[in-house]
């Protein structure tokens, strides 16, 4: 039980850096112009998306243990630079990659744990395994700007101390940090079912990223998640923007995605494993959520963003938190829990490439003067219709296939 707990506050507290819109009024205050405070916010991306196969291959080798307390130095080095150091661009550029690089090592370390402990090959819940740190990690953001909005951290005009908060957590997620490296603990080979010590064996045969880059189904799920959650990810990056003008706020918006997502990230979890217990795939369920991102898109292709708000921000929360549960299963069901930091590891960097590239075409878009951001959305939209042809090519490949795990 404390193995779990452990893991769960990992994630439950690894999601500091997407608080960073909050700190951007205390930035502009102190002179930051825009260019500034996003290079800094870009580092943080880089730190978080470009480490995950090096954390994830960690994780894997030395135990998620080991990622836990680096994850809780690294966020004490960048958060304790961050706070000396306030309204320094260079620093805060080095502090923040370190941040983002610290919130996927302890992030990773709870996923890990809990697909080695929980979603071994016999575990009959091993979707509803993997949805809870990917929910913990939802509602971290939650939980970490209610504590940013205690009066303690406060200055007399009403703005953010940012020194203040970034000692806070420097010294909180280092104790945070340090509990998991104490408590974590996964089992030993010798103790795993015998199925799965017979998958340990053949990870220690042939290294994972080989059996990975040979298996020609591999590309077809990374290209899957690429054209699925590269819009979503856009999408979630440009939300304001994208719904502006609407009958809610912008923010309402953003805590409705955010709040549909975290819900049904738990459901899809247990749901997935119910139906599996019955025979049916969950690739059923990563084909409604392809579907439904689809009409989302096809809705703002038709500039009708302004006039349903709710039930696109919804509907695209139900999407990618579902597709985010998923994944992950799918990663453990098909290539195993021994090398599951490594091979999710390198398929989060797809997503990472993928929501740079639709990102920063969204923005090219929206700096145009000659063509309207609507264009965007029929890309996004063919996008969804050739990730959905992707989705069903793994599933077939993976039937056809008598030696992998079905999914």
Same mark, same amino acid.
């Given at each position: 039980?404390?193995?779990?707990?452990?893991?769960?506050?990992?994630?439950?507290?690894?999601?500091?850096?997407?608080?960073?819109?909050?700190?951007?009024?205390?930035?502009?205050?102190?002179?930051?112009?825009?260019?500034?405070?996003?290079?800094?916010?870009?580092?943080?991306?880089?730190?978080?998306?470009?480490?995950?196969?090096?954390?994830?291959?960690?994780?894997?080798?030395?135990?998620?243990?080991?990622?836990?307390?680096?994850?809780?130095?690294?966020?004490?080095?960048?958060?304790?630079?961050?706070?000396?150091?306030?309204?320094?661009?260079?620093?805060?550029?080095?502090?923040?990659?370190?941040?983002?690089?610290?919130?996927?090592?302890?992030?990773?370390?709870?996923?890990?744990?809990?697909?080695?402990?929980?979603?071994?090959?016999?575990?009959?819940?091993?979707?509803?395994?993997?949805?809870?740190?990917?929910?913990?990690?939802?509602?971290?953001?939650?939980?970490?700007?209610?504590?940013?909005?205690?009066?303690?951290?406060?200055?007399?005009?009403?703005?953010?101390?940012?020194?203040?908060?970034?000692?806070?957590?420097?010294?909180?997620?280092?104790?945070?940090?340090?509990?998991?490296?104490?408590?974590?603990?996964?089992?030993?080979?010798?103790?795993?079912?015998?199925?799965?010590?017979?998958?340990?064996?053949?990870?220690?045969?042939?290294?994972?990223?080989?059996?990975?880059?040979?298996?020609?189904?591999?590309?077809?799920?990374?290209?899957?998640?690429?054209?699925?959650?590269?819009?979503?990810?856009?999408?979630?990056?440009?939300?304001?923007?994208?719904?502006?003008?609407?009958?809610?706020?912008?923010?309402?918006?953003?805590? !409705? *995605? +955010?709040? =549909?997502?975290? &819900?049904?990230?738990? @459901?899809?979890? %247990?749901?997935?494993?119910? #139906? /599996?217990?019955? $025979?049916?795939?969950?690739?059923?369920?990563?084909?409604?959520?392809?579907?439904?991102?689809?009409?989302?898109?096809?809705?703002?292709?038709?500039?009708?963003?302004?006039?349903?708000?709710?039930?696109?921000?919804?509907?695209?929360?139900?999407?990618?938190?579902?597709?985010?549960?998923?994944?992950?299963?799918?990663?453990?069901?098909?290539?195993?829990?021994?090398?599951?930091?490594?091979?999710?590891? !390198? *398929? +989060?960097? =797809?997503?990472? &490439?993928?929501?740079? @590239?639709?990102? %920063?075409?969204?923005?090219? #878009? /929206?700096?145009? $003067?000659?063509?309207?951001?609507?264009?965007?959305?029929?890309?996004?939209?063919?996008?969804?219709?050739?990730?959905?042809?992707?989705?069903?090519?793994?599933?077939?490949?993976?039937?056809?296939?008598?030696?992998?795990?079905?999914?």
């Amino acid at each position: 039980m404390q193995v779990a707990i452990s893991a769960i506050l990992n994630c439950l507290f690894a999601g500091s850096i997407l608080l960073f819109s909050v700190y951007i009024p205390a930035f502009r205050h102190q002179g930051l112009s825009g260019l500034q405070i996003n290079s800094i916010s870009t580092a943080g991306e880089l730190g978080m998306y470009f480490t995950v196969p090096a954390f994830g291959m960690a994780g894997d080798h030395f135990g998620p243990a080991t990622i836990s307390w680096l994850g809780g130095v690294l966020f004490f080095v960048g958060y304790l630079f961050a706070a000396l150091w306030p309204y320094n661009q260079l620093v805060l550029i080095f502090a923040f990659f370190c941040v983002g690089a610290a919130t996927t090592s302890l992030y990773l370390s709870g996923v890990i744990t809990f697909a080695r402990r929980y979603a071994h090959y016999r575990s009959k819940y091993r979707g509803f395994a993997l949805s809870i740190p990917t929910a913990c990690f939802g509602l971290s953001a939650v939980l970490l700007s209610r504590i940013s909005e205690l009066p303690y951290f406060r200055n007399d005009q009403g703005l953010l101390s940012l020194s203040k908060l970034f000692f806070f957590f420097s010294f909180l997620l280092l104790a945070v940090g340090l509990l998991g490296g104490l408590l974590i603990r996964i089992p030993e080979p010798s103790a795993l079912p015998e199925e799965d010590r017979l998958l340990t064996q053949t990870d220690m045969a042939r290294h994972p990223l080989i059996r990975l880059g040979m298996d020609w189904r591999a590309y077809l799920f990374g290209f899957a998640i690429l054209f699925t959650l590269g819009p979503l990810e856009m999408f979630l990056n440009n939300m304001s923007a994208i719904l502006e003008g609407g009958s809610i706020a912008p923010t309402d918006a953003v805590s !409705m *995605f +955010a709040t =549909v997502s975290t &819900i049904t990230r738990l @459901i899809t979890g %247990l749901f997935s494993d119910i #139906l /599996f217990s019955w $025979s049916i795939s969950r690739m059923w369920l990563v084909l409604v959520f392809a579907f439904t991102a689809l009409t989302g898109h096809m809705l703002l292709a038709e500039n009708l963003g302004p006039e349903y708000p709710a039930t696109i921000a919804s509907m695209m929360g139900f999407a990618y938190g579902g597709i985010f549960t998923l994944c992950p299963a799918i990663v453990v069901i098909v290539w195993g829990v021994e090398s599951f930091g490594t091979v999710w590891g !390198m *398929f +989060a960097s =797809v997503v990472a &490439i993928a929501s740079v @590239i639709y990102s %920063l075409l969204y923005g090219w #878009l /929206f700096d145009s $003067s000659t063509l309207s951001t609507t264009i965007m959305f029929y890309i996004t939209s063919i996008s969804s219709v050739l990730s959905i042809g992707l989705w069903i090519g793994s599933w077939i490949g993976w039937r056809q296939n008598s030696s992998t795990s079905r999914p």
